[in-house]
Each structure stands twice: as C-alpha cells, then as structure tokens.
C-alpha cells in the first residue's frame, strides 16, 4: 500500500551462516526505456561496515539488515511505498572466496495499490438531460469506472458516461465521471469504482432523485372556486337531489291526503282511485315548485 513499508524476500535456502566480509550483496532494478540497464538500489560489499544505495530515488528508503544477511537473509526494506516502486527487483548475492561465484538470484515484483477516495455524486442538473457528475481520488493503479442503475443494480451502457482519469501531483490517480441520461420522472443511480488489484468495488451513496415533468403538473384555481369542469357535475348532482325530493314528497302527501273514495256504480277499477291521487299531488307539487 502505498506510504507503507514493505520487505522484499531474498532468503538463502540452506540456512547457512555468512561471513560478511565475503559477501556482494545486490538489489536492483531495470531502467525502462534506458536499454534495459540497470539502477541498484542498494547494496553490500565486502569490507563495508554497512549497506550503501545509488539510486537517489531510494535514499533513506532501501536499506540491508547486515545481522539479517549473517544468517542467509538478504531481504530488501523498502520505507514509504511510492507508485513508482511498482517494479521487479533483483536480489544478487556473490562471495567472494569462490571467486565472485553468485550463490543467489531472487526476482521479486512489487505491486503497488492505495484506496480510492469513497464516490461522490454531484447533480442532477435538470436541462434537456439529467447529468450527474462522479469524484474520486488518491488510488492506484488506474481504476475501472461504471455507473449503476440502483433500482436492479444493472450496469449502465458505457456510451453515457464520459470519464477522465488523471495522475496527481502524489503520483496517484484522481478521477471524475460525468453521466448524461434522458430526463426520467425517478432516476436512481450509483458510481462505482474497482481497485483491481485490491479486489475492491467503491459505490457512491443515495443518489435517488424525483424529477416532475411539465405534462404531470396540475395548476390550482386562483380564485378558489370550482374549476369549470366540476361545475356540471354539481349541477347533475342538484337536479337529482331535487328529483328524489320530489318523490320523497310525493309518497308521503300521496298517503296522507289521499283517501280511498267509495263510488256505488259497478265496475270502478281502484286503479282509477289512485291515478287521480297522485295526478292530483303532483298538479299541487308542480305548482309549488314553480313559484319557487
């Protein structure tokens, strides 16, 4: 992780005991772009009471442990872990009393990795288009950068999203995403970015937002009166409230006004006797309600 310390194993595998007065001792790196050459990052020789460096790069940071090395173990201490140790180092060990016959070679590649800052999502701005716009920083190496669709953890196709990953002043990578989608009445989206190396996914937080559209806004009366298409269903409703009324009326004049009338002819329908009740209620009834 990067800013830790790390050691890099070269171990003889017999175990034996050395001399270090008999020892070269060598670790070192190869020059990208130099030919292959390579830069020691440190080393030990015989006679030295201690280790010494060359590359500056390593200066106070790469050091040997010599009562390490008397017992067979050349390990390499690396002090505060930068991006550019991301390389594969060489271990050599030689002795001296056979001749400078190299007893040992190690190769040993340093993966480098550091946390992404947690995703912050900014947005939506509401235009002709919802863009929502990610951060995130200080990680190594190079993250993969997807957009989620929350609501069934979907991933997002690639072409709205537009990202630019760039190496900071740290020599660590800074990130910033920006998501473009049509306008939707509920959006519900997440940034996540993948550490690789770490095994790591980083989801931003809620980012649920409602947006309303011009269609589903209804503006209320000013005047606080009825609009105007509830004012025939009031009248509808004031016409059959007057109808049932009526008839309410009606049945009770119909049983208290009216009396069963006795004719002596023969062959008198009763039916007649109640036409003419009601005919008679309802001329008075229509009368009343015609003065009204």
């Known amino acids: 992780m990067v800013g830790s310390d790390v050691r890099l194993r070269c171990i003889y595998p017999e175990g034996n005991s050395f001399d270090l007065n008999d020892l070269y001792v060598y670790w070192q790196i190869s020059m990208a772009g130099k030919g292959n050459a390579d830069s020691v990052v440190t ?24 009562d390490s090395m008397k017992r067979g173990d050349f390990s390499l201490h690396l002090r505060n ?10 271990c050599l060990v030689f002795r001296k009393s056979l001749e400078l016959e190299k007893i040992l070679e190690v190769s040993v590649t340093l993966h480098v990795a550091a946390n992404y800052s947690m995703p912050v999502v900014s947005g939506p701005s509401q235009d002709e288009e919802l863009t929502f716009t990610c951060t995130s920083t200080n990680g190594y190496p190079r993250p993969n950068v997807y957009w989620i669709n929350k609501t069934d953890n979907s991933v997002l196709d690639g072409a709205l999203q537009n990202s630019t990953v760039s190496l900071n002043a740290r020599g660590l990578y800074d990130v910033v995403s920006v998501l473009r989608i049509g306008r939707t009445p509920h959006v519900n989206v997440g940034c996540c970015i993948e550490n690789v190396l770490l095994h790591q996914n980083l989801t931003s937080g809620q980012t649920e937002t409602f947006t309303g559209t011009k269609d589903s806004i209804t503006e209320d009366p000013v005047d606080g ?3 105007g298409e509830h004012q025939p269903i009031l009248g509808v409703l004031v016409v059959l409230a007057v109808i049932v009324s ?3 009326a009606t049945g009770w004049l119909c049983r208290s006004r009216c009396q069963p009338r006795s004719y002596t002819g023969m062959g008198t329908p009763v039916l007649w006797t109640a036409h003419f009740c009601v005919v008679g209620v309802w001329g008075r009834l229509s009368q009343d309600v015609y003065k009204l």
């Open 246 to 248: 009526l008839a309410v």
């Open 81 to 90: 872990v930068t991006p550019q140790d991301e390389q594969k180092f060489n």
């Open 43 to 66: 080393y030990h020789l015989s006679g030295n009471s201690s280790a010494s460096h060359d590359d500056n790069h390593y200066k106070d940071r790469a050091r040997l442990s010599l």
């Open 225 to 227: 009166s009825p609009s």
